[in-house]
């Protein structure tokens, strides 16, 4: 077994969106916003459109979804590496659900990671299906989140 590691992230969030009145009101600023780490491209941030943010930049929601939709593919990947299923594609159409509480607050109450996987073999298609399981097991960022994360794979052989 493998000694555990520790790793850590760094990244820095900026807002952008004082609009010359900062706070004042709820209305009275933008949600805008830089996500930044040494080295990568910037991030432009801010709320849910349903929240007063901009529809054309990220939000936290859909960053959220799209790191466990990352981790489940990278899992994936390594799992059936090591397995010997070869993957000639992969795509995920992921789909979240968060529910707003009374007090403002709001929490994910699940996920669904609908990945649909192109293998280069028949043989290879009923373990593609069941790596997702092992994947699931070892995704870092599906074993930090407090609700359920589903799978609904698909897969398909090249060229069939």
């Known amino acids: 077994m493998a000694s555990a590691r520790k790793h850590q992230y760094e990244t820095e969030v900026v807002w952008t969106g004082n609009?010359?009145?900062?706070?004042?009101?709820?209305?009275?600023y933008s949600r805008g916003?830089?996500?930044?780490?040494?080295?990568?491209?910037?991030?432009?941030?801010?709320?849910d459109r349903t929240f007063h943010g901009d529809a054309e930049r990220w939000n936290?929601?859909?960053?959220?979804?799209?790191?466990?939709?990352?981790?489940?593919?990278?899992?994936?990947?390594?799992?059936?590496?090591l397995a010997g299923v070869v993957v000639t594609g992969?795509?995920?159409r992921a789909a979240g659900t968060m529910q707003e509480t009374g007090d403002g607050g709001g929490r994910f109450t699940g996920v669904v990671?609908?990945?649909?996987?192109?293998?280069?073999?028949?043989?290879?298609?009923?373990?593609?299906?069941?790596?997702?399981?092992?994947?699931?097991r070892i995704c870092f960022i599906?074993?930090?989140?407090?609700?359920?994360?589903?799978?609904?794979?698909?897969?398909?052989?090249?060229?069939?």
């Open 19 to 28: 609009l010359g009145t900062g706070t004042t009101s709820y209305r009275s």
């Open 90 to 92: 992969y795509t995920d």
């Open 113 to 136: 990671l609908r990945p649909s996987v192109e293998v280069a073999s028949p043989e290879m298609t009923e373990k593609a299906l069941s790596l997702h399981q092992d994947a699931h």
């Open 142 to 160: 599906a074993n930090s989140v407090n609700f359920p994360v589903r799978h609904e794979p698909s897969v398909d052989v090249a060229g069939g």
């Open 33 to 47: 916003h830089r996500v930044s780490a040494v080295g990568l491209p910037t991030i432009l941030g801010s709320a």
């Open 60 to 81: 936290p929601e859909q960053l959220l979804l799209a790191a466990l939709s990352q981790c489940h593919l990278l899992s994936y990947l390594h799992v059936c590496a």
